[in-house]
């Protein structure tokens, strides 16, 4: 008769453990160059911005937001032409106005975000308020009307200074308001809750017992999670779906350091990016250099230097001007807005990045991804399990306890190894 436990042997998922510098792996380029300070639409050759400050991707053509000309502005990237899509023509006509897109009209806008419908929305400081371009091309002011803090429905409702938003799986919209140091969240309806956050300070906490200082991009993660770039905190912080605020990473020095969250320091991060799998990336605008999040919170480097400069790479010798804000395509790539220089550069990294696999229905969990020396695994139930070369020879052997587990691979030559045990058979690669 046949036990009830089984060894059963399948390949669930790869791992890079890489003993090279990440920095090595990313590779900066520049997407776009545009010719200028303007407003001319056309050839990406002509084209030219007056501001240019945020960029987002949707079904693979580029939605740009240009503040000092008032204009939201497409890059259709199978024909590389520029049009612009609302009716602002030059900075005089500035104002909010909604209606048909060939009519409406915004008045400073500074960042965009959108949803799975597709719908973009965009943070105009005029009012201050929070516009939606619909997919069937009509402008609505989804909330806000003037300076101030009140919640409220729609237009009863005031911010302070509207920044970062983000989009749930639900269709909310969370806002972050700068100036009330506050996060606001906003129903598909309109109206308008504070989330988190109270007065100026640093603190963590439920929702209004929190403290931001300038919060300003912020992202949400497959399982609602929001990340907020906490700019004169140098933190990022996390806030879970009941509203509680916890400190991410950084400890709160103003400075440049990587490694483990609490110790790691950022300089005034203004803008937070996030791609599909969940991997998290910073705009560092005081370093002009772009940082990684695994999801224990440590900090890589991965491009940049601390000097200004319009120079494309490897990530370690790359430079970039004034940052503002990106977008990740999902597939190992990041355009960020580099306002200096009218332009748009582009990051690639490895798709491995993620630092987190869970083995669904195992209960077990391998990270970092990618590592320089050492597996940790993290089980529900005691195991056995085994590494092996491709040869399958055993080339380490340990015993599992529930809970957390370090395995040094230091001493493995470069190569593909597979971790065997009960219920799990997985296949790693250390380059």
Known sequence: MKSKKQTWQIVLFGIIFNALSLQAQVTVSTLVNFKGYGNADG??????????????????NFYL?????????????????????????????????????TTAQFFRPTRLATDKLGNIYVADLGGPSVRVIYPNGNVNTLAGSSI??????????????????????????????????????????????????SVAGDADGLGVNARFAYPTGMVVDSKNNLYVADANNNKIRKIDT???????????????????????????????????????FVIDFGGRIIRHLDHNGIVTTIAGQDNQGNIDGPGSIAK????????????????????????????????????????????????P?????????????????????????????????????????????PGIYFIRGQGVFNKIIKE
């Open 369 to 413: 991804n990618p590592s320089n020396d050492k597996v940790n695994i993290e089980i529900k139930d005691r195991v056995t399990i085994t590494i092996t070369d491709v040869s399958g020879h055993i080339v380490k052997s340990k015993e599992l306890n529930v809970g957390a587990n370090e395995i040094n691979i230091q001493d493995l030559a």
């Open 43 to 60: 050839p990406i050759s002509t084209a030219s911005f007056e501001g240019l400050w945020d960029v987002i991707m949707i079904s693979g």
């Open 242 to 280: 009941t509203g509680y605020v916890s400190t991410f990473a950084g400890s709160g020095v103003f400075g440049f350091v990587d490694g483990q969250s609490s110790a790691a320091q950022f300089r005034s991060p203004k803008e937070i990016l996030i791609d599909n799998d969940d991997n998290i």
């Open 148 to 197: 101030g803090y009140a919640d409220g429905q729609g237009s009863s409702a005031k911010f302070m200074t509207v920044m970062g938003m983000a989009a749930d799986n639900y269709g909310n919209i969370y806002v972050a308001d700068q100036q009330n140091y506050k996060i606001r969240k906003i129903t598909p309806g309109g109206f308008v809750t504070t989330f988190a956050g």
């Open 320 to 367: 970039f001007g004034s940052l503002q804000g990106g977008t990740c395509d999902g597939a190992g790539n990041i355009y960020i807005v580099d306002y200096n220089y009218s332009s748009i550069r582009k990051i690639s990294y490895p798709v491995t990045l993620n630092s987190v696999k869970e083995l669904k229905g195992n209960g077990i969990s391998i990270y």
């Open 65 to 101: 937001v240009e503040a000092n000309g008032c204009r939201i502005r497409k890059l259709d990237v199978t024909n590389n032409v520029v049009s612009t899509i609302t009716s602002c023509k030059s900075s005089t006509c500035c104002s909010v106005l909604d209606g048909p897109i």
